[in-house]
């Protein structure tokens, strides 16, 4: 199936405004507003937008928190990835470093 743009499409019919917090994401600050689809489907994109709702990223985010659908993830902008919504996890050298290797693994999973 295409990919619709409807990000494009939905920031012509609908205002720059995040739906959830209010703000204004006018200018620069576009890049921090998403399409959010309100049954969850991205391939349902009616043109008058009536399944779209303007979300910030991080209200999108919020909205998304419960169950992570490919919705939103699937949305291709090269300018998302600069957005630092979720950066590498500064634990995880933490967390190799509890995991020491004992040999355990290798010996209870072959017996
Ligand atoms: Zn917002
Ligand atoms: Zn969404």
């Given at each position: 199936m295409k990919k619709i743009d409807y990000r494009e499409q939905a920031l012509k019919i609908?205002?720059?405004?995040?739906?959830?917090?209010?703000r204004d994401f006018s200018g620069?600050?576009?890049?921090?507003l998403t399409v959010h689809h309100k049954d969850h489907n991205?391939?349902?994109?009616?043109p008058d937008g009536s399944n779209w709702e303007m979300l910030c990223l991080y209200c999108h985010d919020n909205e998304h928190s419960r169950d992570m659908d490919a919705e939103w993830l699937a949305?291709?902008?090269?300018?998302?990835?600069?957005?630092?919504?979720?950066?590498?996890?500064?634990f995880a050298k933490l967390a190799s470093l509890l995991e020491?290797?004992?040999?355990?693994k290798g010996k209870d999973g072959k017996e």
């Open positions: 609908l205002p720059w405004v995040c739906a959830s917090c209010g620069k600050k576009l890049r921090e991205s391939n349902n994109n009616p949305t291709e902008d090269p300018d998302r990835k600069k957005v630092p919504i979720s950066t590498h996890n500064p020491k290797p004992e040999g355990k």
